[in-house]
């Protein structure tokens, strides 16, 4: 199995406070990989470090290595570029703008690339939530808590990522819709996707 993503010791910290110690983790292609823990354990701190994403007051050590290539100095754009994406654990939606708008713009570096077909994914993600398409003109702001996850990772998927990072996909969701969101991670996982 191919190796997409390797964290060999990673230490983060916000100023005095070290959030992460000593972190390991490998994902192949095609596995599903879950990190838990109890809440301020570090996860989303993980993920966000993985991304090149930490806040300005965060700061990491250790090394981070995608498709064998080490990330050091590699800005998040060029994590996206690689095909590494984040849902975010605030979701981070455009508000004020639509819920298609919103799919759209997770394809914004793949039209940025000179990829004609950008907008490809947009069916398949309108397949997998069909409430995303019954919304499609909605601002993403009036979604409902599980409207707004699904978008979020909708969203991501428009970007056609090879290793997509979910932080807390079941948080506030009915049971029925972490199913369904759970069916779905393990479709994309049998695409090859890791996540
Ligand atoms: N920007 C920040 N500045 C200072 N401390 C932070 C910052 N972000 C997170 N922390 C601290 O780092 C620790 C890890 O937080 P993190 O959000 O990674 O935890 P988590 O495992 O995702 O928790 P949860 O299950 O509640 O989402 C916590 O103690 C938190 O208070
Ligand atoms: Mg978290």
Not at 23 to 41: D, F
Not at 78 to 104: H, I, Q, T, Y
């Amino acid at each position: 199995m191919s190796l997409i993503l390797e964290v060999k010791d990673l230490h983060v910290r916000y100023g005095k406070v070290e959030a992460v110690h000593g972190a390991n983790l490998k994902v192949e292609a095609g596995k599903i990989v879950t990190v838990i823990g109890p809440n301020g354990a570090g996860k989303s701190t993980m993920l966000n470090a993985i991304m090149g994403a930490l806040p300005v007051s965060g700061s990491s050590a250790g090394a981070v290595t995608y498709l064998g290539h080490d990330l050091a100095g590699i800005p998040v754009e060029g994590r996206v570029a690689r095909g590494m994406c984040l849902v975010p654990e605030k979701r981070e939606l455009f508000g004020s703008m639509s819920v298609a708008d919103n799919l759209v713009l997770g394809a914004y570096r793949r039209k940025r690339a000179g990829e004609k077909n950008f907008l490809d994914q947009m069916e398949v993600v309108y397949g997998l939530f069909p409430r995303l398409k019954e919304r499609a003109k909605q601002d993403a702001g009036t979604l409902s808590g599980g409207e707004r996850q699904m978008l979020a990772v909708g969203r991501a998927l428009m970007a056609k990522p090879q290793l997509l990072m979910l932080d807390e996909p079941s948080l506030g969701l009915a049971p029925l819709i972490v199913k369904e969101i759970f069916h779905i991670i393990n479709d994309l996982r049998k695409t090859g996707v890791a996540t």
